[in-house]
């Protein structure tokens, strides 16, 4: 059993900034990406950020590049997204994406948290 619980989001003024936490727990034997989505009201499910465990590598939306930075504590299987300069566009509820392995010879697997809402007030 493997589960991803988000923390962080909130209400927050345009300009402000955030930080979300998503720590991975249970049967995992190797993360290979963990990242975030978002899905706003009446829109599909977008990715905002990825970051590749092993290298660090990492992936944005054009449109937070400059604004949102995606980092990871690998010994706590913790992936952070630290949002600056919101935008009333930002609001949506963001969850957060791991692709991992519960074990030796398992295939990787996509897992999902339950999600956090953010707020951007204009």
């Known amino acids: 059993q493997v589960q991803l619980v988000e923390s962080g989001g909130g209400l927050v003024q345009a300009g402000g900034s955030l930080r979300l936490s998503c720590a991975a727990s249970?049967?995992?034997?190797?993360?290979?990406?963990m990242g975030w989505y978002r899905q706003a009201p009446g829109k599909q499910r977008e990715l905002v950020a990825q970051?590749?465990?092993?290298?660090?590598?990492?992936n944005y939306a054009d449109s937070v590049k400059g604004r949102f930075t995606i980092s990871r504590d690998n010994a706590k299987n913790t992936v952070y997204l630290q949002m600056n300069s919101l935008k009333p566009e930002d609001t949506a509820v963001y969850y957060c994406?791991?692709?991992?392995?519960?074990?030796?010879?398992?295939?990787?697997?996509?897992?999902w948290g339950q999600g956090t809402q953010v707020t951007v007030s204009s």
């Open positions: 994406n791991a692709r991992l392995s519960t074990g030796w010879n398992i295939p990787m697997n996509v897992y």
């Open positions: 970051i590749i465990s092993g290298s660090g590598s990492t």
């Open positions: 249970g049967s995992i034997f190797s993360i290979n990406t």
